[in-house]
């Protein structure tokens, strides 16, 4: 009887252990670490020509989503200032944090710059929530809070990072080696807490700043000029400049249009 | 059956074996706060947390998502304690050898799983490990719940006669059919929390406003495969209570979890279309996790009582002498 009994539980078991062997996951294709975009030719020519214009927003922004910092104690007490995400922040009829950029850059080799750009953890938000660099350009984290967070960047074309900062004042540096856009950013203590960068292999991008302004400078010629939000997606227009030459454009975002990829 | 042990010997093994399964839900239900909360990778070390020693991190610093995993961190080390306990304790007193090495195996569960865990925390979330993770706390929960019915004073003194006559499937085989289908669907469960398909279909009952819905991407597929899988257990679950309920529902010992699973399979059903309707809130999202952990238990008591139960085959016609 208990041979009998002990077969039929080992069956049961080894059944169950043996589904227990499954998995699956999504598929992304993931470049080797260390492997930039082939950006082979010649130096990189003068940026003399200004592309400028406004990101316009028309309609009644929708009401971004409210903050709840209770789980945290020292965060609460930062709650006021931060009521709500940024997902949409226009001032002066214009929208802020766009990312401009262009998507065909002249075959050169570009330069990475050795200066960093910075990232800052405080009164648990991140600052800027916006902002481009350039692919293995120094990314410096900070933490200026008196509370633990963990900066996590959900890459897809770059190695996921994801590193805690439980002191006041860490700093940690990282660099991401290849193109990605966008490559958010997010705290997993602090749920609300958001970022996205835009990582290039060549200096042409900008974040639109107060009342939707921003400028680029470019070499001459004809570009594909991107303007990307990270709720209503992108807009493409065509931008043709002259050396020293300066050009005007615009983009709309209208409150109710639908999200593009 | 002979009786293994003097009547009364060893219940406190049973009752520890007993809390220790209890434990083990509590266990999956913090585990299940962790996925809903999206907090797996708040702590980002392993084992350490953010550089303290796990049991010394600073309860001031429980904070937002910490709160959740790191949770999850001490109660899986207290269950694990548990077992470390239970299975030396049944290697001491426990004469029956088979009965020592599950509890070795349970042990041997217990310790692998905490490695995917923290594999799972170091490699950012792999859906094939948290999947696995996922998967193994279910095997490990039966494991305790094995370890508790075959150390209770009730299995050891020996479980009633059953005479019946010949079923073309036997109850014993059904009640196994029933354990596998469930097993099978909270893998489909766990897949679809690790792949982040739990919204892929957005709309319940319907998908994407039909019977059939569009196979669009691999998640709507695993998606889908869940809800067909709901189906097909519930179907099962009423096949095993219909058969229970008509043809031995004089012996307690299995009636009682055949209706205990077909009430905690409807709660599950509702908490599943809960977990749509509200956009995966935390709440219904870890009940759901949990209330499947439950059904498999119930189903996997059942159907070690329906082995443990000896079946005296009569012919057809005897029936009625019975």
Avoid at chain 1, 152 to 161: L, R, V
Avoid at chain 2, 53 to 65: A, D, E, Q
Avoid at chain 2, 136 to 143: E, G, H, R, S, Y
Avoid at chain 2, 193 to 200: F, P, Q, S
């Amino acid at each position: 009887m208990h041979k009998r009994l002990l077969f039929a539980f080992s069956s049961i078991l080894l059944l169950v252990l043996a589904v227990s062997c499954g998995g699956g996951g999504d598929k992304t294709t993931e470049l080797p670490p260390g492997a930039a975009p082939a950006v082979g030719g010649p130096a990189a020519p003068n940026a003399t020509a200004t592309v400028s214009g406004k990101i316009a927003f028309e309609g009644t922004p929708p009401p971004n989503e409210k903050v709840q910092m209770s789980s945290d104690p020292y965060c609460n007490m930062h709650a006021k200032d931060y009521p709500t995400l940024e997902t949409v922040k226009v001032s002066d009829g214009g929208l802020e944090n766009v990312i401009i950029y262009i998507n065909n850059p002249p075959n050169a080799t570009y330069p990475t710059p050795t200066s960093a750009v910075e990232i800052n953890q405080e009164n648990c938000h991140y600052t800027p929530h916006v902002f481009t660099m350039q692919t293995s350009q120094p990314l410096k984290i900070k933490n200026s809070d008196a509370t633990l967070h963990n900066i996590h960047a959900f890459a897809e074309k770059n190695p996921q990072y994801n590193v805690g900062q439980p002191l006041k004042d860490m700093v940690n540096e990282t660099k991401f080696p290849n193109e990605e856009m966008p490559l958010p950013v997010r705290c997993d203590v602090h749920k609300w807490m958001g970022a996205f960068i835009g990582v290039f292999h060549h200096p042409y991008h900008t974040v639109s700043k107060g009342g939707g302004s921003y400028e680029l400078k470019l070499p001459a010629g004809k570009y594909e000029v991107v303007a990307w939000h990270e709720k209503y997606g992108k807009q493409t227009q065509m931008v043709d400049v002259m050396d020293n030459g300066k050009a005007d454009l615009n983009f709309t975002f209208k409150a109710d249009s639908k999200p593009t990829d | 059956m002979s009786s293994v042990y003097e009547e009364g010997e060893n219940v406190g093994l049973h009752r520890f074996a007993l809390f220790t399964a209890c434990c083990t839900v509590f266990l999956i239900f913090v585990g299940g706060l962790v996925t809903s909360t999206e907090s797996g990778l708040s702590v980002p070390d392993w084992p350490t947390t953010y550089g303290w020693n796990m049991f010394t991190f600073p309860l001031s610093k429980w904070v937002g998502g910490i709160f959740y995993e790191h949770g999850h961190r001490l109660v899986a080390s207290f269950v694990g304690f548990l077992t470390v306990i239970l299975a030396i304790w049944t290697w001491l007193k426990e004469k029956r050898r088979w009965v020592r090495w599950l509890s070795a195996s349970a042990l041997a569960a217990v310790i692998l799983q905490g490695v995917l865990g923290g594999l799972t925390v170091l490699f950012l979330l792999p859906a094939p490990i948290s999947t696995l993770h996922a998967c193994l706390a279910q095997t490990f929960f039966c494991l305790t719940i094995s370890l508790a019915l075959f150390t209770s004073p009730g299995w050891k003194r020996g479980l009633p006669v059953i005479k019946r006559e010949a079923e073309s499937i036997p109850l014993q085989t059904l009640c196994a059919m029933t354990t596998g289908a469930i097993y099978l669907q909270l893998i489909l469960g766990a897949l679809m929390r690790h792949t982040n398909a739990g919204l892929a279909i957005p709309d319940f009952p319907l998908a994407f406003g039909r019977i059939i819905p569009p196979f669009t991407s691999d998640k709507v597929v695993i998606h889908f495969a869940h809800r067909l899988g709901a189906v097909i257990v519930a179907a099962m679950i009423v096949w095993t209570f219909s058969r229970i309920a008509r043809f031995y529902s004089d012996y307690r010992l299995l009636y009682r979890p055949a209706m205990t699973m077909l009430v905690l399979v409807c709660i599950q059903l509702t908490l599943g279309a809960l977990t749509v309707w509200t956009a995966k809130a935390v709440t219904p999202t870890t009940a759901h996790v949990a209330t499947g952990a439950l059904v498999l238990g119930t189903s996997l008591l059942l159907t070690l009582r329906a082995y443990g139960m000896v079946v005296v085959k009569v012919p057809a016609n005897f029936r009625g002498a019975l």
